[in-house]
C-alpha cells in the first residue's frame, strides 16, 4: 500500500486523486491533505480518508477546522509551513503536488529533500526552478512522475526515459482553449465566465484562464525542457482541438509516438500513482470512429502572445521563468477580480518582464526572490491599467 500526501485536495486534480484512492482501497493510503479555503468539501474528505494531518490555508481556518473536528485524531496546520509539514509527515512515500502556483515550491522541494517520489501536477515549480528540482531530485534519487496528461504522454512515449540523442523533437499538443477561432479583436470582450469555460477539460479558475490565453502551454514547454532534458529548440507545440492526442514524440528514425486516450486526468494521476504499472480503469475506451478526424495547426503566436512570452523566458533562463510566471499569476488573478481585461493578460507579464534583468538561477532563493518583484511589479502596473 502506497501511502500518499495529496497537496491541493480539493482542487480538480486533487478531487480526481481521492476518486481513484477511493477505488483502489488496497493500494493507497491517504495520511496528509491540504487545501486552500474549501472547508465544506475538506470536512468530507477528513470524514472519508481520515488523514492524521491536514493544512488549510490560514490560521484563522486551521481554528474553524480544529473546532469543527473536536474528537477527531487529526492535527490541523496551516500556511507555508502547514504545506511543508503535509509533505514531508514521517510515513508519507509519494506527494501529489497539486497546489496551483508558486505556493508549490518550497513544499515540493521540502519533500523531495526527505527523499519521497513526487507526482506532479504543480508545473509552475517547475517553471520557477526546474533546474534547481531536478538537480535535488537526482541528489536524493526521487521519482518525479508527471500528471499533466501532455508530460504523461511524453513520458510513456519515451517508455519512461529522459533525454537522449534518439529524440528528434517533442510535440506538446493543445486544444486551443475557448478563443482560438475567435476574431483577435473579440478577445478584448472576453469575461471571466467565458474564459472558464474550456471547451474539453474541466479544471481550477486558474489553469482555465491559462488555456484560454495560451500560457499554460507555454509553461508546459518550459517543464517539458526541464523534466525531459530536451533543449529548446526540440520542443514544439500544435493545436489539436479534438484533445485525444495528449503529446507526441519524434525519434530521429522519423517514428513518431503519441498517446491517444478520452480526455479524463483520472488517466495520468492513476499512472503516475501506480507507475511503472497501469491500474485498471472503470473508464470508457477512446471511440476512434468518433474522432475519424484528427485536426492540426500551428499555434498563433501573434493572437497569443503568452506563447512567445514563455519561449523567451526559457530562452534567456536564470530568473526570467520565475518572473514570467509571478506576473502571470497576478494578471489571472486580476482578470478574474474583473480589474483587467482578457487581453491586458500578457500585457502585464510583458511589462514585468521587461523590467527584469535576468540572472543565474543559484539557489531557490533567487526564484523566490524574483517571485516576489515581479508580483509587485505586476501589481504596480496592473493598478495603473485598472478599468
Request: glycine share 8%; no cysteine.
Amino acid at each position: 500500500m502506497k501511502r500518499l500526501a495529496i497537496l491541493g485536495s480539493t482542487g480538480s486534480i486533487g478531487i480526481n486523486t481521492l476518486n481513484i484512492v477511493e477505488r483502489f482501497k488496497e493500494e493507497f493510503d491517504v495520511l496528509t491533505l491540504s487545501a486552500g479555503a474549501n472547508l465544506p468539501l475538506l470536512r468530507e474528505q477528513i470524514k472519508k480518508f481520515k488523514p492524521p494531518l491536514v493544512s488549510v490555508l490560514n490560521r484563522e481556518l486551521a481554528q474553524v477546522l480544529q473546532r469543527d473536528l473536536q474528537g477527531e485524531d487529526v492535527k490541523v496546520v496551516y500556511g507555508e509551513e502547514g504545506l511543508i509539514l503535509a509533505a514531508t509527515f514521517p510515513g508519507v512515500e509519494m506527494v501529489v503536488s497539486a497546489v496551483v502556483g508558486s505556493a508549490g515550491l518550497l513544499p515540493l522541494l521540502a519533500a523531495i529533500e526527505e527523499g519521497k517520489d513526487i507526482a506532479l501536477a504543480n508545473k509552475e515549480s517547475m517553471v520557477m526552478a526546474g533546474e534547481i528540482i531536478v538537480k535535488k531530485a537526482q541528489e536524493k534519487e526521487v521519482d518525479i512522475l508527471p500528471i499533466d496528461s501532455e508530460h504523461s504522454a511524453i513520458f510513456q512515449a519515451l517508455g519512461g526515459k529522459r533525454g537522449g540523442k534518439e529524440i528528434k523533437r517533442i510535440i506538446l499538443t493543445a486544444s486551443g482553449g475557448p478563443f482560438y477561432s475567435l476574431p483577435a479583436a473579440g478577445l478584448k470582450e472576453v469575461k471571466p465566465q467565458d474564459a472558464l469555460a474550456h471547451p474539453v477539460w474541466e479544471m481550477g479558475p486558474k489553469i482555465s484562464v491559462d488555456s484560454a490565453t495560451l500560457m499554460n502551454k507555454g509553461l508546459e514547454v518550459i517543464e517539458a525542457h526541464w523534466f525531459f532534458q530536451i533543449p529548446l529548440e526540440k520542443i514544439e507545440i500544435l493545436i489539436h482541438p479534438q484533445g485525444v492526442v495528449h503529446s507526441l514524440v519524434e525519434y530521429v528514425d522519423g517514428s513518431i509516438i503519441a498517446q491517444l486516450s478520452i480526455p479524463d486526468m483520472r488517466i495520468p494521476i492513476a499512472y503516475a500513482l501506480s507507475y511503472p504499472r497501469r491500474l485498471e480503469m472503470d473508464l470508457p475506451s477512446l471511440n476512434l470512429i468518433e474522432f475519424a478526424n484528427l485536426n492540426f495547426a500551428p499555434p498563433d503566436y501573434e493572437k497569443f502572445p503568452s506563447l512567445k512570452l514563455a519561449y523567451q523566458a526559457l530562452e534567456t533562463g536564470g530568473t526570467l521563468p520565475a518572473v514570467l510566471n509571478a506576473a502571470n499569476e497576478m494578471a489571472v488573478e486580476a482578470f478574474l477580480q474583473v480589474r483587467i481585461g482578457f487581453d491586458q493578460i500578457p500585457q502585464v507579464v510583458a511589462h514585468t518582464m521587461n523590467g527584469h534583468r535576468a540572472t543565474p538561477l543559484k539557489g531557490v532563493d533567487d526564484a523566490l526572490q524574483a517571485n516576489r518583484w515581479a508580483k509587485a511589479r505586476a501589481l504596480d502596473f496592473i493598478q495603473e491599467v485598472s478599468r
